[in-house]
């Protein structure tokens, strides 16, 4: 069953980075972010969606160890 789970999960993220692909050949344009007074340089839409993609499935891998580690202390001292 695990090795099942394991190719589900692998044939989303290559659905979701072919996604990606393709909407970033489609969007060659320039943006900027702006925030509050900060604005970033011009990069185009395809190198910024892969970048927060890459930021998010980083930090979606981690969260969960980091959340695991104080739940395992917390049932220990009982």
Do not use: H
């Amino acid at each position: 069953m695990k090795a099942i789970a394991s190719l589900f999960s692998s044939l989303m993220m290559a659905g979701w980075i072919s996604v990606i692909a393709i909407f970033s050949i489609q969007n060659i344009q320039d943006v900027s972010l702006k925030f509050i007074t900060f604005e970033s340089i011009t990069v185009p839409v395809g190198v910024l969606l892969a970048f927060c993609a890459g930021i998010g499935m980083i930090l979606g891998s981690l969260l969960p160890l980091l959340f695991s580690q104080g739940r395992k202390s917390r049932r220990s001292s009982y």
